[in-house]
């Protein structure tokens, strides 16, 4: 399978847990990039990766979020502390430069009861 | 807002008919892409046209893009009902770090 991967595909938790998602982007692309969406909403930009450095983070990503992306590979988004307005798709997706179109994801859905 | 915005927000038509769908943004862009999105699912990337291109063709889609108006639009022609989804613009806003989308335009194409 050369697409990008994400798991869990549903995540129900309950307030003040934490969760974390993992993203598995195609093996050749050197950057990685979250987004979220809400329902009705397109998606909102968090963060990207080029290979393994955190370049950039969107002031929507308060101090609960946490993104890594050791060696280049997979990517990992924790959420610590969870609110219900976390609730959302969140949306993992790959390319191999920007000028590129993005390979995303299925996304995971998180609920937050 | 750096985002596109896209334009009808939501648009009925027949199947066999033509659906077309505006995007329009405020900054100075390298790239704009369109992307289509299943109910629930991941989205999926149908075109990217570039600053310096005018129009692009795919398959049954046609892009095109006026940079002195910023704006774009996204023509479907003969659509099928499988083409039902809501499709996205997404501008670079002039950086090649990430991109910005619009709300979308829910497309039903009834068969």
């Known amino acids: 399978d050369t697409g990008v991967s994400q798991d869990p595909r549903h995540k129900i938790t309950k307030r003040g847990q934490n969760v974390t998602f993992r993203c598995d982007p195609i093996?050749?692309?050197?950057?990685l990039y979250w987004y979220r969406q809400t329902l009705g909403q397109g998606p909102e930009f968090l963060t990207y990766f080029q290979n393994e450095a955190q370049l950039e983070k969107s002031r929507l990503l308060s101090d609960r979020f946490s993104a890594e992306r050791p060696k280049g590979s997979f990517s990992t988004l924790e959420i610590q502390r969870t609110e219900q307005g976390d609730s959302a798709m969140y949306l993992c997706a790959s390319s191999l430069e920007n000028r590129d179109g993005y390979t995303f994801g299925s996304g995971t859905r998180l609920t937050v009861v | 807002s750096q985002q596109g915005e896209e334009d009808p927000q939501a648009l009925s038509i027949q199947e066999g008919e033509n659906a077309t769908m505006n995007c329009s943004y405020k900054?100075?862009?390298?790239?704009l892409q369109w992307y289509r999105q299943n109910s629930g699912r991941g989205l999926v990337h149908l075109i990217l046209i570039r600053s310096n291109e005018r129009e692009k063709h795919s398959g049954r889609l046609r892009v095109t893009l006026d940079t002195s108006k910023k704006s774009s639009s996204l023509l479907i022609t003969a659509s099928r009902a499988a083409d039902t989804a809501s499709y996205f613009c997404a501008t670079d806003g002039g950086n090649f770090n990430k991109f910005y989308f619009g709300s979308g335009t829910k497309l039903n194409v009834k068969p």
């Open positions: 900054t100075s862009i390298n790239n």
């Open positions: 093996s050749e692309h050197n950057r």
